[in-house]
């Protein structure tokens, strides 16, 4: 590099050269730092300043010099998303004008349809309703996918999580019309969707089954979930209860600290409940019991699925380590990453994987992820392809995958808490034509047609008379039959035969939902929950399993 004077060129010294580089690069770490709350990384300072101007150099270069005109923050954006691709699946960045939507389902209400989404391939996948909300009401079932939201083609055009909030959400008492498709019917559905106020309770329901036996259901972690909890807890121990049923299925979890806990209302002493460890010693941390908890003893049951995620997965570990409780049901999601909320200058967050935890005994929960994004996604379906919803998975019970309890039982690790009694997915009573009862949402519309005609009625009456006296009838099972027929559902004999007592079942329980709201929908449903009847057969091994532990 030259410069000019009067008195000719003036050669700069290699220091002179280097300074402004150096000057660049400090700059740089600096910026980088100091955006964060982070401490300094002793790894590669160099390679991270190295890399930044890089990046900045080409975005300059594209801003300045492109043939087109860019959206040059939407090209950073999309920079980073991509670059996160890399990581691990849960690492994620969310834009400034995203960041409130995102935060919403766990921190607080909100006025549209509920239900939680992923946009996948391009179109909206509906993950599931949320309970109570206006979405499951209408019928929209996990894995419906959204192809037209009022007229308006939303898949295929590059639709974003904040596309589809603002289409989606809205003020209460205003309508929305979804068509969809659903795997099981040919033709697109059209639902229509009153919005409401998107309840974010998180113990969908709490009884007594029996004189003695309690059950809650808690459906995610959220801001509020511990002292729900606790409040449903309560009222039970007060109702008599000395045995219990926590029902964690299809939890997709949430904050962590609500999971220690309730966790620790089970553990006695100072048990330990959880450990993360990170790179270095930073985000390593042990977690156990401290407080005197509300049901240390007494027999305990926990309920899981292949939807039970995280924070659920934390509270199932805990229990199931410390020999406090039987896991019933199917193998859990396996997510056990740990994720901090870093906020950026712009008003975007980073939520930046920093550590693993573990249960107790020492089993990483979180499932490999050494594929692409896309084969991760699609797990829980190769699940049930692979047929592990109806037969435990062999290759995931080896002498490497082994832990012991405190007790010493064996446990296994290797992606999601396996439970100690497995429970096939119960298909028995399942057909087409039921399936395309629901699809067309038949099952819903005719049940509160019911209501409606009968509301004064159904409202006298208390619930334990619902329950142990209401009966569903020939005849209001030949008026859905006819209700089908007109939305051209074909009657199939042998099927509506085969589905018979599961459809009677389901009638009166969405009908003592629409009377009795949540209070009524889980105790019908039980009768034909295989996963529910295991865990009241399996109570005594559990009583066995609390007197060992006290």
């Known amino acids: 590099m030259e410069q000019e004077d009067e008195r000719g060129p003036i050669r700069n010294s290699s220091f002179q050269i280097k300074l402004p580089l150096f000057i660049a690069?400090?700059?740089?770490?600096?910026?980088?730092?100091?955006?964060?709350?982070?401490?300094?990384?002793s790894n590669n300072p160099q390679g991270t300043a190295k890399s930044y101007l890089k990046f900045r150099d080409i975005l300059s270069y594209i801003d300045r010099d492109y043939v087109d005109t860019v959206n040059i923050e939407a090209l950073?954006?999309?920079?980073?998303?991509?670059?996160?691709?890399?990581?691990?699946?849960?690492?994620?960045?969310?834009?400034a004008d995203e960041l409130a939507m995102a935060r919403s389902y766990l921190e607080g209400d909100f006025e549209g349809i509920g239900v939680e989404f992923n946009i996948f391939k391009d179109t909206i996948y509906v993950v599931s309703p949320i309970s109570g909300g206006p979405s499951e009401a209408a019928g929209i079932q996990a894995g419906d996918k959204i192809v037209k939201v009022n007229g308006e083609t939303v898949a295929g055009i590059g639709i974003t999580n904040e596309g589809v909030f603002k289409r989606l959400r809205g003020k209460q008492g205003s309508k929305v019309n979804l068509t969809i498709l659903r795997d099981a019917t040919r033709k697109p559905l059209n639902v229509s969707i009153?919005?409401?106020?998107?309840?974010?309770?998180?113990?969908?329901?709490?009884?007594?089954?029996?004189?003695t036996t309690g059950y809650i259901k808690v459906s995610r972690f959220s801001a509020n979930t511990y002292e729900e909890f606790k409040e449903a807890l309560t009222k039970l121990k007060g109702k008599g209860m000395q045995q219990l049923i926590l029902d964690l299925r299809g939890n997709p979890g949430g904050y962590m600290d609500h999971a220690i806990r309730m966790a620790d209302e089970f553990v006695s002493g100072e048990k330990m409940i959880v450990y993360t460890d990170g790179k270095g010693d930073k985000y390593d941390s042990k977690t156990f019991a401290e407080q005197k908890g509300a049901f240390e003893k007494g027999p305990l049951i926990v309920l899981l699925d292949e939807g039970s995620a995280s924070a659920s997965e934390i509270v199932a570990g805990a229990l199931q380590d410390n020999d406090r409780a039987l896991i019933v049901g199917r193998r859990s999601f396996g997510k056990g990453l740990v994720q901090v909320p870093i906020p950026l200058n712009d008003g975007s967050e980073l939520r930046l994987t920093i550590s693993r935890y573990y249960t107790p005994s020492g089993r990483s929960i979180q499932k490999p992820y050494a594929g692409d994004a896309e084969s991760y996604e699609m797990d829980i379906l190769n699940r049930f392809e692979n047929g592990e919803y109806f037969h435990p998975d062999s290759s995931l019970f080896v002498d490497s995958l082994k832990y012991k309890t405190l007790q010493g039982r064996a446990v296994y690790g290797g992606g999601g808490i396996m439970p100690d009694v497995f429970v096939p997915r119960d298909t028995m009573e399942l057909s087409h034509y039921l399936s395309q009862l629901y699809n067309k949402n038949i099952i819903r519309e005719y049940t509160l047609n019911y209501y409606r005609k009968n509301k004064n009625t159904l409202e006298k009456m208390p619930f334990e008379k619902f329950k142990a006296n209401f009966e569903v009838t020939d005849k209001m099972l030949q008026d859905v039959v006819q209700m089908a027929r007109e939305a051209e559902v074909e009657y199939n004999e042998a099927e509506f035969n085969r589905s018979k007592n599961l459809l009677r079942n389901n009638l009166k329980a969405f009908i003592a939902r629409s009377v009795y709201g949540n209070q009524g929908f889980f105790p019908i449903l039980h009768q034909s929950d295989e996963e529910f009847q295991q865990a009241i057969r399996h109570f005594s091994r559990a009583q066995r399993l609390a007197s060992d532990s006290m």
């Open 25 to 41: 690069m400090a700059l740089v770490v600096g910026v980088l730092l100091g955006a964060t709350t982070f401490s300094p990384s």
């Open 76 to 95: 950073a954006d999309y920079g980073i998303t991509q670059m996160l691709k890399k990581l691990d699946p849960h690492t994620a960045y969310i834009p």
């Open 194 to 211: 009153e919005r409401s106020k998107i309840p974010t309770s998180s113990v969908d329901v709490s009884y007594m089954v029996d004189n």
